[in-house]
């Protein structure tokens, strides 16, 4: 039996290399989250059981390899043997969907002026992240990886970065940002609040950030959580988790009940409004997306007309948007608290971070 690392696995799909990635996990861990393009075979308690249960029939490509994938490598182990003895060439995903929760991919997209974006995608979580760049100077927003990914994109592209931004306090994955500060030697810029205690440069509504000769306006949008801001820079506007392409953000898990919760959606509605004011042709980029993201280097990108249309069709008013929004609430997993313990705190922890992000975000309302 043969392992392969993430990146490795990063690596073939990046280059768009023909080979099957069979899931072996049970339907409802395969729902949470996948590899794209990956084939579910629920074989999970056969294999446990030390048989080849629905594999020892799969029907599959011999002409390729083919990776199997559970949730933290060990099942996968079997499986990729069983697969094996039939001749074929098989590797195990080591870590498992643990381990491919740091995968990422890129895609690029040009705005007016000659701000080149490259958004940075989690693949596995759904987490966006952006490097824009002009004149040779960068700004990253939502750094959700290592500082050093963002460091190889700069390089890459022949920027250096000079500010880091956040939109609002995550709850969902841990922030670099300070980290990629401080190794950038830049400031870091985040929405004024009282909830995070590191040295970092706040920034009101209204405010601009200078970069490389133009600016980015800092646009309050309070509701996922009260100090949530989306950022503008030459037509396009990153909006963390206030609007999604599909969705908007949910009141952040961390409010304390339900009336706290009607309040965020009632703001969250409220901030809706102020969008609509906008250009309606700006794109938005979004701090997340809910599915898997193809290595297919097409950004996740929409007009914000037609996000706030899809809105409107699917709340009738404001009454009926903060009673789904705040209504449909998951119940806050453990591991969200820690993150948010530690993004306030500014603090990475010492361990190996995916034992707290694993799984898929719950960053929508639904």
């Known amino acids: ?188 810029y985040l929405p004024r609040t009282d909830r995070v205690a590191f040295a970092h440069t706040p920034v009101d509504d209204g405010q601009k950030i200078e970069f490389a000769g133009e600016t980015i306006e800092c646009l309050r949008t309070p509701g996922h959580t009260a100090e949530s801001t989306c950022y503008l820079l030459t037509g396009a506007l990153f909006t963390g988790d206030t609007i999604f392409l599909n969705a908007v953000g949910r009141p952040d898990l961390k409010a304390g009940g339900t009336d706290e919760a009607r309040e965020r959606a009632r703001l969250l509605y409220g901030s809706l409004g102020r969008l609509r004011a906008l250009d309606p042709n700006i794109v938005v980029l979004p701090g997340h997306t809910s599915t898997p993201v193809a290595f297919d280097g097409v950004p996740l990108a929409g007009r914000l007309g037609d996000r706030l249309a899809a809105i409107d069709r699917r709340y009738a008013g404001e009454e009926q948007f903060i009673e789904q929004v705040a209504g449909n609430l998951p119940e806050t997993p453990p591991n969200f608290t820690q993150i948010v313990e530690l993004n306030e705190a500014g603090e990475l922890p010492d361990n190996d971070p995916t034992d707290l992000e694993a799984g898929a975000n719950r960053c929508a309302a639904l």
């Open 1 to 188: 039996m043969k392992q392969i690392d993430v990146d490795t696995l990063r690596g073939w799909l990046e280059e768009g290399r023909e080979l099957s990635v069979v899931d072996v996990r049970p339907a409802a861990e395969r729902a949470e989250w996948s590899i794209p393009g990956s084939r579910h075979v629920d074989a999970y308690e056969a294999l446990k059981k030390g048989e080849a249960g629905p594999l020892a029939t799969l029907a599959v490509a011999a002409d390729r390899p083919i990776v199997t994938v559970c949730a933290r490598g060990k099942t996968s182990a079997v499986a990729a043997h069983e697969l094996s003895e039939r001749g074929l060439e098989v590797y195990s995903l080591a870590g498992g969907m643990k381990a491919w929760s740091l995968a990422w991919n890129t895609a690029a997209i040009d705005l007016s002026g000659g701000t080149r974006v490259v958004q940075v995608r989690r693949t596995g979580k759904g987490c966006l992240s952006y490097a824009a760049g002009r004149k040779g100077e960068a700004v990253v927003i939502d750094p959700a990886l290592a500082p050093e990914v963002y460091r190889e994109i700069a390089a890459a592209e022949g920027w250096r970065i000079v500010a880091v931004i956040e939109t609002h306090v995550h709850a969902d994955h841990l922030s670099r940002a300070r980290a990629l500060a401080q190794i950038s030697g830049c400031p870091l």
